[in-house]
C-alpha cells in the first residue's frame, strides 16, 4: 500500500471536519446559544441533537457497515437515492419537534430551509451529485455571516479549503462543487438575511 502523501492527509480531514453533520452542527450550536440565553437554547439544542443529528449519524454509520454506500459521504450518486428517502424525513421530524416545542421563529425558519435544501439536492440527484459538503459549509457560512463576522469568517475560510478537498479527492466534479456552494447561498439568504 502507498503511503498517503501529507496534501491527501489533509485533504481528508478538511473533509471530515467538513463534513455537513459536522458544520451543521456546530453552526447551529453557535446560531442558537448566541441569539438566546442558555435556558432558551439547551432543550433546542437537545431536541434538534436527539432528533436529527443522531439518526443521521446512525443512518450513516449503519450503511457504511452494511455496503449500502462505500462511505459516510455517500460519495456515488446512486447511492444518494437511498440516502434521501431517510434524510428528508429525519430534517422534516426536527423541524416539527422545533415547532412543537415553540422554539423561536428564526429556529424553525432554518429548519424549513435547511429542508427545502434537502428536496432540492434530492430533485438534482437524478441528473448531478450535487455537493453536499459545498453546499451546507456555504449554507452556515452565510447564517453564520449574519449572526457573527467572526464566526462567518472562519467559516468562510473553511468552506472554501472544503471546496478545494472536494475537488482534490475527487469526490465531485467542478460544476457539482459550485452548485453546492449556489444552493447552499440561496439557502443561507433565505433563512437569515431575508425579510419576513
Given at each position: ?40 437554547a ?10 436529527v ?45 422545533t ?6 421563529f ?78 447552499g ?9 431575508w425579510?419576513?
Amino acid at each position: 500500500m502507498l503511503p498517503v502523501k501529507p496534501t491527501a492527509r489533509f485533504a481528508r480531514f478538511v473533509s471530515w471536519i467538513g463534513h455537513p453533520l459536522v458544520f451543521v452542527t456546530i453552526s447551529v450550536g453557535i446560531v442558537v446559544t448566541t441569539q438566546l440565553t442558555s435556558s432558551a437554547a439547551i432543550p433546542i439544542l437537545a431536541a434538534l441533537f436527539l432528533s436529527v443529528i443522531v439518526p443521521t449519524a446512525v443512518l450513516l454509520v449503519a450503511g457504511v457497515r452494511s455496503g449500502r454506500w462505500q462511505d459516510a459521504d455517500v460519495s456515488v450518486r446512486e447511492e444518494r437515492k437511498r440516502f434521501y428517502p431517510w434524510a428528508i424525513p429525519f430534517s422534516t421530524l426536527g423541524t416539527l419537534v422545533t415547532w412543537l416545542i415553540r422554539a423561536p421563529f428564526f429556529v424553525v425558519r432554518g429548519g424549513l430551509v435547511t429542508l427545502a435544501l434537502f428536496v432540492a439536492a434530492a430533485v438534482v440527484n437524478f441528473w448531478l451529485k450535487i455537493s453536499l459538503h459545498t453546499l451546507f459549509a456555504s449554507y452556515c457560512t452565510t447564517v453564520l455571516f449574519r449572526v457573527n463576522a467572526l464566526c462567518g469568517t472562519v467559516a468562510f475560510i473553511l468552506a472554501g479549503l472544503v471546496f478545494w478537498s472536494r475537488l482534490f479527492l475527487s469526490r465531485h466534479t467542478l460544476l457539482e462543487v459550485v452548485a453546492g456552494v449556489g444552493l447552499g447561498v440561496s439557502g443561507g439568504i433565505i433563512a437569515a438575511w431575508w425579510p419576513l
